[in-house]
T-cell receptor
Framework: GAGVSQSPRYKVAKRGQDVALRCDPI?????LFWYQQALGQGPEFLTY????????KSGLPSDRFFAERPEGSVSTLKIQRTQQEDSAVYLC????????????FGPGTRLTVT | TQLLEQSPQFLSIQEGENLTVYCNSS?????LQWYRQEPGEGPVLLVT?????EVKKLKRLTFQFGDARKDSSLHITAAQPGDTGLYLC?????????????FGKGTHLIIQP
C-alpha cells in the first residue's frame, strides 16, 4: 500500500517568506508526527496529532511554526517569516494508533532558506 | 532533557567485517527502536525492543537491550555495502513526557567493497 508522502520534496525560500509543507499519512493512521532533521543529525520531535487534535507541540522551536490537521488526515506544517536556521529536512511520520511503535516516515521535505 | 548518545558517530569498514554500534542514556527507556536512514529518505524502522535483556535478530543484524533498559547495541555480522547508511536509535522514556520519539544523533556507517 501507499506509504507516507510529503510535498514538496524540496523547497527554497528567501528569508522572511512563509512556507507550507504537506504530509499525507498512511490511510487510517491515527497518529501523526512532525520532526526536524538538521544536516548530519538525528530527527528532533516538533509536534504530535491524534486524529485532528494537536496533543503535543512542545518541540516547535518558535511561534513562527504552526501545524494543523483539520480533518484528521492530511497535515500541514507552516513556517512564517523563515530564517536561515530553519533550513533542515522536515519529516512526517504516522502510526496506526497512539504510541511510539511502528512509526512510518515519509521521505521528508528539504527546506533551504537563503 | 533526555539524551541518547550514540557511538561511534562515524564508522567506515571493509566488506565482510563485523561491527557494533551503541546507544546509551542515563535514564530508563520503556522502549527503544532502531532505524536505518538512507540519503534523501526517511528513517525506516528495523526493530523495537521493550524488555530488559531482550535480543532480537534480523538476518545479519543483532539488537540487544540492556538489562537495566538504559542502553542498547546493534551488531552487524559480515557487513555488506548495502548496510551503508545512518543508523538511529530512538527511545521512549519510562517517565513519559513528549509524545514523539527522541532520537540519537546517529552512527554514519560506510561499508567499503
Amino acid at each position: 500500500g501507499a506509504g507516507v508522502s510529503q510535498s514538496p520534496r524540496y523547497k527554497v525560500a528567501k528569508r522572511g517568506q512563509d512556507v507550507a509543507l504537506r504530509c499525507d499519512p498512511i490511510s487510517g493512521h491515527v497518529s501523526l508526527f512532525w520532526y526536524q532533521q538538521a544536516l548530519g543529525q538525528g530527527p528532533e520531535f516538533l509536534t504530535y496529532f491524534q486524529n485532528e487534535a494537536q496533543l503535543d507541540k512542545s518541540g516547535l522551536p518558535s511561534d513562527r511554526f504552526f501545524a494543523e490537521r483539520p480533518e484528521g488526515s492530511v497535515s500541514t506544517l507552516k513556517i512564517q517569516r523563515t530564517q536561515q536556521e530553519d533550513s533542515a529536512v522536515y519529516l512526517c511520520a504516522s502510526s496506526f494508533d497512539r504510541g511510539f511503535y511502528e512509526q512510518y516516515f515519509g521521505p521528508g521535505t528539504r527546506l533551504t532558506v537563503t | 532533557t533526555q539524551l541518547l548518545e550514540q557511538s561511534p558517530q562515524f564508522l567506515s569498514i571493509q566488506e565482510g567485517e563485523n561491527l557494533t554500534v551503541y546507544c546509551n542514556s542515563s535514564s530508563v527507556f520503556s522502549s527503544l527502536q532502531w532505524y536505518r536512514q538512507e540519503p534523501g529518505e526517511g528513517p525506516v524502522l528495523l526493530v523495537t525492543v521493550v524488555t530488559g535483556g531482550e535480543v532480537k535478530k534480523l538476518k545479519r543484524l543483532t539488537f540487544q537491550f540492556g538489562d537495566a533498559r538504559k542502553d542498547s547495541s546493534l551488531h552487524i555480522t559480515a557487513a555488506q555495502p548495502g548496510d551503508t547508511g545512518l543508523y538511529l536509535c530512538a527511545g521512549v522514556w519510562s517517565g513519559g513526557g513528549a509524545d514523539g520519539l527522541t532520537f540519537g544523533k546517529g552512527t554514519h556507517l560506510i561499508i567499503q567493497p
